[in-house]
Structures are given as structure tokens and as C-alpha cells.
């Protein structure tokens, strides 16, 4: 009997999760039904949202039910076929989750040639962090030539995307990033302008000095002190896609202290500032556009991405607890196979 690893969601987390939230089971690999094909993962994707389908809250997704599987984007290859639309063979990609291998019908399953790009790609720049930067740019900060944009986890695949996308289009680029070696990355790989340190005490009088004219668009992806940072240098017109707000993601009760709500419903008013949260599939129909934009841009050389591989699926919660802790140096992603 040929058999999978799974992680399942064991016990839901209250604050940052531990290696105890999860529970590791071994059964057997699963046969295709009619219509439907088994893949063998080769690439796991660990991302951020992650830590919300932990949560049993109301959310833009469900949560995972307790001894659920762990949901996750991945590339695998297919071994068992019984639908002629994804033949044994091909390489696809699917929120296949957190195991070794999957079962599926083709709805949500994307064939990808691997002869093109390096798998792992389809859930990094190509896949959905890369269509997170572009959409929430694209149709959000409509970035113009000589106008500043600030990015945090500028080092993650959302913030190396929206900085690069954004320097291709002439903006000066302003990363924030945990510590000096992903800062200097950001600067002399990414070709950001400037990068600086987001646990600098001094963080708010540097971030002053490297946007001489303002920010005209800060692209939300950590809330927090960096958000705070950054409110007061908002221009007029401003433009702020709130992407995400990893800073809050483990917190376990409201932030307290500053009266933040009624002073930025005043700025934003008065700056006429455009905030707007969005999820990646809110701009599904513009997946052609964002291909046709971004492969030239990653075949050129212009759009990297740096990826921090962590090896067999035992690796995920791991994995997912670093990302959270900011431990990751680049698009995390796990070889399954
Ligand atoms: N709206 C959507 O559809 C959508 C889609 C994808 C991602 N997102 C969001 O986009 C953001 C970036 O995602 P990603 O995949 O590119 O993640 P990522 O950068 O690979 O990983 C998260 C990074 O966040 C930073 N971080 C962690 N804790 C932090 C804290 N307390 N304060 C400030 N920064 C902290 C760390 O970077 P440093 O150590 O460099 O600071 C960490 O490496 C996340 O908020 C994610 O939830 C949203």
C-alpha cells in the first residue's frame, strides 16, 4: 500500500501557534474516481493566510475544521487519472493543502508546463503572490512615473513584486524588511531605492529622510508600528491598497493606547487619501492581463524573486511559524518531492 503524509489542523492556536496545533497522519494514497485524478505534490506553498484559517472566526475564507487538512497552494504531478482533461503526466497546480499527495476534479486545477518557468514559480510570482502585488497595484495605487511608494516584508514575494513592479514603472521604491541583510538585498538585488530596518528604534525619522516628497502610495502588508510610521507622510491623493496586517495576525486582543480611528477618518478626509482592502480573486478576471504583463517582465530579468526552500512536508508548521516570526528570507516554499 503505497501511502501520504497530512497535516490536520489538530487544535486552533490562542496568539502565535506551536508545533502542538498540528497533527501529523499517514493512510493510504487515494484512487481517482470518475472525474477526478490523484496528483503526488511536489511544491507546497506557505503563506501568511495561513494563520487565519486557524482561527474559527468569520472571514473573507472558512476556517479549517478542526482535524481538517491544512490548506495550502501546490504543484504536483498527476499519477492516476480517470478525467481526460488532466492527463497522469502532466504537472498542475491546486490548493491541494498540506500533504504529499491530492485528489481533485479539474474545477481549480491548472495545468503548467514545466519546461517554461521553475515549478515553485506557480505559487510565487507567477502564481498567487505575484497576481497580489499586480491587482492590488493594477487597480488600487495606479502608480505614476516620480511618485514614492513604501512597501513592508519588502523581501516577501508580495513586497519584491510591488517594489519591482513599481520601479519598472519609474516610482522611487522605499522597502521596510526585518534587519540588514534583507535591506541590503532589497537595495543592491531588488533595485529598491532605499530599504530600512523595521525594528530601528529611529525608524520614523529615516523613513522621513528617504521620502523627501512624501509617500504617494504605502502598500499595506504589516499594520502595526510601520503603519504608524508611515500615516504621517501620506500626500495628498494618497493611495494605500491594505494588502495585509501581519503584525495583528497572532495578536489576541485589540490594540490599545493610541486613539488611531478618529484621526485617520480626519486625514483621510482631509488628504482624500483612497484606502482600499482587497483579496487577490476579488480581480480573478485580470489573471490573463497579470501574465501577459509579468511573464516579459520575469523572462527579461527585470522581476526576481528570491525563494527560502525548506525540504519534506514534516517542514510546514515550522515553516508557517517563521513566516509568521518574519524567519523567512524570501518567497517560502516547501519541496515535497
Ligand atoms: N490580500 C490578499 O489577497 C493577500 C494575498 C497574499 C498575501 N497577502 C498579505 O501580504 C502580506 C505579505 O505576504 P507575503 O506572502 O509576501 O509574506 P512574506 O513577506 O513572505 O512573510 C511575511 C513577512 O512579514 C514580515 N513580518 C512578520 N511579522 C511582522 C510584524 N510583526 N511586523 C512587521 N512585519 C512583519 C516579515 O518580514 P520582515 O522580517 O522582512 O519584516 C515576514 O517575513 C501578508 O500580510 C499577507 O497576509 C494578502
Given at each position: 500500500?503505497?501511502t501520504?503524509?497530512?497535516?490536520?489542523?489538530?487544535?486552533?492556536?490562542?496568539?502565535?501557534?506551536?508545533?502542538?496545533?498540528?497533527?501529523?497522519?499517514?493512510?493510504?494514497?487515494?484512487?481517482?474516481?470518475?472525474?477526478?485524478?490523484?496528483a503526488?505534490?511536489?511544491?507546497?506553498?506557505?503563506?501568511?493566510?495561513?494563520?487565519g484559517?486557524?482561527?474559527?472566526?468569520?472571514?473573507?475564507?472558512?476556517?479549517?475544521?478542526?482535524?481538517?487538512?491544512?490548506?495550502?497552494?501546490?504543484?504536483?504531478?498527476?499519477?492516476?487519472?480517470?478525467?481526460?482533461?488532466?492527463?497522469?503526466?502532466?504537472?498542475?497546480?491546486?490548493?491541494?493543502?498540506?500533504?504529499?499527495?491530492?485528489?481533485?476534479?479539474?474545477?481549480?486545477?491548472?495545468?503548467?508546463?514545466?519546461?517554461?518557468?521553475?515549478l515553485?514559480?506557480?505559487?510565487?510570482?507567477?502564481?498567487?503572490?505575484?497576481?497580489?502585488?499586480?491587482?492590488?497595484?493594477?487597480?488600487?495605487?495606479?502608480?505614476?512615473?516620480?511618485?514614492?511608494?513604501?512597501?513592508?516584508?519588502?523581501?516577501?514575494?508580495?513586497?519584491?513584486?510591488?517594489?519591482?513592479?513599481?520601479?519598472?514603472?519609474?516610482?522611487?521604491?522605499v522597502?521596510?524588511?526585518?534587519g540588514?541583510?534583507?535591506?541590503?538585498?532589497?537595495?543592491?538585488?531588488?533595485?529598491?531605492?532605499?530599504?530600512?530596518?523595521?525594528?530601528?528604534?529611529?525608524?520614523?525619522?529615516?523613513?522621513?529622510?528617504?521620502?523627501?516628497?512624501?509617500?504617494?502610495?504605502?502598500?499595506?502588508?504589516?499594520?502595526?508600528?510601520?503603519?504608524?510610521?508611515?500615516?504621517?507622510?501620506?500626500?495628498?491623493?494618497?493611495r494605500?491598497?491594505?494588502?495585509?496586517?501581519?503584525?495583528?495576525?497572532?495578536?489576541?486582543?485589540?490594540?490599545?493606547?493610541?486613539?488611531?480611528?478618529?484621526?485617520?477618518?480626519?486625514?483621510?478626509?482631509?488628504?482624500?487619501?483612497?484606502?482600499?482592502?482587497?483579496?487577490?480573486?476579488?480581480?480573478?478576471?485580470?489573471?490573463?492581463?497579470?501574465?501577459?504583463?509579468?511573464?516579459?517582465?520575469?523572462?527579461?530579468?527585470?522581476?526576481?524573486?528570491?525563494?527560502?526552500?525548506?525540504?519534506?512536508?514534516?517542514?510546514?508548521?515550522q515553516?508557517?511559524?517563521?513566516?509568521l516570526?518574519?524567519?523567512?528570507?524570501?518567497?517560502?516554499?516547501?519541496?515535497?518531492?
Amino acid at each position: 500500500m503505497t501511502t501520504m503524509k497530512t497535516w490536520n489542523l489538530k487544535s486552533r492556536p490562542v496568539g502565535a501557534p506551536t508545533l502542538e496545533n498540528w497533527e501529523l497522519v499517514e493512510e493510504a494514497v487515494p484512487t481517482a474516481g470518475e472525474g477526478e485524478y490523484v496528483a503526488q505534490t511536489l511544491w507546497l506553498s506557505i503563506d501568511p493566510y495561513m494563520r487565519g484559517r486557524m482561527n474559527d472566526a468569520k472571514s473573507y475564507a472558512a476556517p479549517v475544521a478542526i482535524g481538517g487538512r491544512m490548506e495550502g497552494g501546490t504543484v504536483g504531478r498527476v499519477i492516476e487519472s480517470k478525467t481526460p482533461d488532466i492527463p497522469v503526466g502532466s504537472h498542475v497546480f491546486h490548493t491541494g493543502g498540506w500533504s504529499t499527495h491530492w485528489k481533485a476534479t479539474p474545477k481549480g486545477t491548472q495545468i503548467v508546463d514545466p519546461d517554461l518557468f521553475p515549478l515553485s514559480a506557480h505559487v510565487g510570482m507567477l502564481g498567487m503572490p505575484g497576481m497580489t502585488a499586480w491587482a492590488g497595484l493594477h487597480n488600487i495605487g495606479k502608480p505614476v512615473e516620480g511618485e514614492t511608494l513604501v512597501v513592508a516584508a519588502a523581501t516577501g514575494p508580495v513586497g519584491t513584486m510591488v517594489g519591482q513592479i513599481a520601479k519598472a514603472k519609474g516610482l522611487r521604491a522605499v522597502g521596510i524588511a526585518g534587519g540588514p541583510e534583507k535591506c541590503a538585498y532589497a537595495v543592491e538585488e531588488l533595485g529598491f531605492d532605499a530599504c530600512l530596518d523595521r525594528n530601528d528604534p529611529d525608524l520614523t525619522t529615516k523613513l522621513k529622510d528617504a521620502v523627501p516628497n512624501g509617500i504617494d502610495i504605502y502598500w499595506e502588508n504589516v499594520g502595526g508600528p510601520v503603519f504608524q510610521a508611515v500615516w504621517p507622510l501620506m500626500n495628498p491623493f494618497s493611495r494605500m491598497p491594505v494588502c495585509g496586517v501581519i503584525s495583528f495576525y497572532n495578536a489576541t486582543q485589540a490594540q490599545t493606547g493610541l486613539d488611531w480611528g478618529p484621526r485617520i477618518l480626519r486625514e483621510v478626509l482631509t488628504k482624500r487619501i483612497l484606502m482600499k482592502g482587497f483579496i487577490v480573486w476579488d480581480y480573478q478576471e485580470q489573471l490573463p492581463q497579470f501574465v501577459n504583463e509579468i511573464v516579459p517582465m520575469i523572462q527579461s530579468g527585470r522581476i526576481k524573486v528570491r525563494e527560502d526552500v525548506s525540504q519534506g512536508i514534516e517542514s510546514a508548521p515550522q515553516s508557517l511559524i517563521d513566516v509568521l516570526n518574519g524567519e523567512n528570507f524570501g518567497k517560502k516554499v516547501i519541496q515535497v518531492a
